[in-house]
T-cell receptor
Framework: EPEVTQTPSHQVTQMGQEVILRCVPISNHLYFYWYRQILGQKVEFLVSFYNNEISEKSEIFDDQFSVERPDGSNFTLKIRSTKLEDSAMYFC????????????FGPGTRLLVL | AQSVSQHNHHVILSEAASLELGCNYSYGGTVNLFWYVQYPGQHLQLLLKYFSGDPLVKGIKGFEAEFIKSKFSFNLRKPSVQWSDTAEYFCAVPGEGTASKLTFGTGTRLQVTL
């Protein structure tokens, strides 16, 4: 079964540093998403991406965040200057043209900002 | 926008006990509802979904959920839980628009003891 993959699985960084989280969505999927889950809290939507542009973003997704699909396979989330409160598990998801529940989630990247 | 709420934050059951996890949704026209599961260290997986028709929907691993419109509820049930059902369970609702993000409830951590 096809899978969404994410790298790295864990990342530790210093406050103020830039991080790039990488995702390889399922190959024929067209919609891409980033969510995050702060420890002990619910999964929160960050951004959706379709047709090489952002479709929707949450209030969390401020100017410090950006997404890119630099080639045909990768989908990246960049945090320009990390803050302590960015520490969370970040999930990538993708889906094809079927319904929203058919989003396939990656295993997540655990980001720790010190 | 539609939202969901889960009131059980942590549930502990013995094996073979019956399970019911609550999920209530806010009114918002057409109702689509999902339950996702996150096993320890794994990614989110779709358990079951409701779009229309039979209000009792069956999912994987013996789970089912009943959509009760009068109560704005979509509770998850399983007649007899197993130790392997230990996981976090999230109710979710899709957003509007083509890219349709998912909005999750706060989750219920289920711990099944032997």
């Amino acid at each position: 079964e096809p899978e969404v993959t994410q790298t790295p699985s864990h990342q530790v960084t210093q406050m103020g540093q830039e991080v790039i989280l990488r995702c390889v969505p399922i190959s024929n999927h067209l919609y891409f998403y980033w969510y995050r889950q702060i420890l002990g809290q619910k999964v929160e939507f960050l951004v959706s991406f379709y047709n090489n542009e952002i479709s929707e973003k949450s209030e969390i997704f401020d100017d410090q965040f950006s997404v890119e699909r630099p080639d045909g396979s990768n989908f990246t989330l960049k945090i320009r200057s990390t803050k302590l409160e960015d520490s969370a598990m970040y999930f990538c998801a993708s889906r094809d043209t079927q319904g929203p529940e058919t989003q396939y989630f990656g295993p997540g990247t655990r980001l720790l900002v010190l | 926008a539609q939202s969901v709420s889960q009131h059980n934050h942590h549930v502990i059951l013995s094996e073979a006990a019956s399970l019911e996890l609550g999920c209530n949704y806010s009114y918002g026209g057409t109702v689509n509802l999902f339950w996702y599961v996150q096993y320890p260290g794994q990614h989110l997986q779709l358990l079951l979904k409701y779009f229309s028709g039979d209000p009792l929907v069956k999912g994987i691993k013996g789970f089912e959920a009943e959509f009760i419109k009068s109560k704005f509820s979509f509770n998850l049930r399983k007649p007899s839980v197993q130790w392997s059902d230990t996981a976090e369970y999230f109710c979710a609702v899709p957003g509007e628009g083509t890219a349709s993000k998912l909005t999750f409830g706060t989750g219920t951590r289920l711990q099944v003891t032997l």
